[in-house]
């Protein structure tokens, strides 16, 4: 783990969200959050949004579309502003029943205290698969 300033705002982040708790989650990202994720068709918690309310809103999707099986960021590197996490997850999508596992990496920009641009990279096909024939598809 890299000794970085900007580093603690992201273990609060991936804390509450491991523990259920959005209003700790939220209080760690700025009013105009980048919140990106690749776009894939047929899952609406996929693409960009900008805003706290917008990512409320992705945190509730979310919640009502899969269930987190595993989610483990096991590496941090952080320097300057920037903060990557790289870490394994698996989730099960309710509409399908199907797993998705996947290897990741958040990248965060940090600025004085609280994340302000949020960047996922993963595996877009197990996603794809997952939901295929999904009803809560868009």
Not at 104 to 119: D, E, L, P, S, W
Request: proline share 2%.
């Amino acid at each position: 783990m890299s000794d970085n300033k900007n580093l603690p705002a992201v273990e609060r982040a991936y804390a509450a969200f491991k523990a259920g708790d959005t209003k700790t989650l939220l209080a760690q990202f700025s009013d105009d959050i980048s919140w990106n994720l690749p776009s894939i068709d047929h899952v609406r918690v996929s693409g960009a949004r900008t805003g706290k309310a917008s990512v409320t809103d992705f945190f509730s999707m979310l919640a009502q579309d899969q269930e987190a099986l595993v989610f483990e960021p096991t590496r941090f590197v952080a320097d300057g502003d920037l903060v990557v996490a790289l870490g394994h997850y698996r989730w099960r999508v309710k509409a399908t029943g199907r797993e998705i596992a996947s290897d990741f990496a958040h990248v965060f920009t940090v600025k004085n205290g609280q994340i302000v641009r949020f960047q996922e990279f993963m595996d877009t096909a197990a996603f794809v698969a997952g939901y295929a024939g999904s009803l809560t598809s868009v």
